[in-house]
């Protein structure tokens, strides 16, 4: 089995509805993080160059992904409670819906491994499909 990462930085804000939070609406106070997000393709098979799949072009399409919520209020942005798990999954489902789009003609597609988010040092999460 081969598996490929790459790796992303990306600035949002959130405030999560939690409940018994204090604030408005049961949501805690907007604030900010630095999320670094790692991407994990995997396969048995190699396409004809010997690659698992070009690490540009999983690259692009994570910043396609990623670009329209970075410096964003993620509440805005998404249509649901933006918790660090909700926003991987949430990723994970984009990257997995683009692999066919960037794996070349009549190669293997890779299968999305895992996406892992983290959110603070020490705190991340990671979602496997």
């Keep these: 089995m081969f598996q490929i990462s790459v790796e992303k930085e990306f600035c949002a804000a959130h405030a999560l509805a939690i ?13 900010g993080h630095n999320f670094h997000l790692t991407v994990t393709l995997q396969g048995e098979r190699l396409d004809a160059d010997g ?30 409670n933006p ?20 794996t070349p003609k009549g190669a293997p597609v890779p299968r999305l491994a895992a996406v892992r988010l983290t ?8 979602y496997t499909p």
């Design 19 to 31: 409940a018994g939070a204090a604030g408005p609406g049961g949501r805690e106070p907007l604030h």
């Design 51 to 80: 690659l698992l799949l070009d690490f540009h072009a999983l690259e692009r399409l994570i910043n396609d992904i990623v670009h329209p919520l970075h410096n964003q209020n993620l509440n805005d942005k998404l249509p649901f």
């Design 83 to 102: 918790s660090a798990e909700l926003i991987a999954k949430h990723l994970a489902d984009r990257i997995t819906a683009g692999l066919p789009s960037i």
């Design 119 to 126: 959110e603070a040092p020490g705190c991340a999460v990671t």
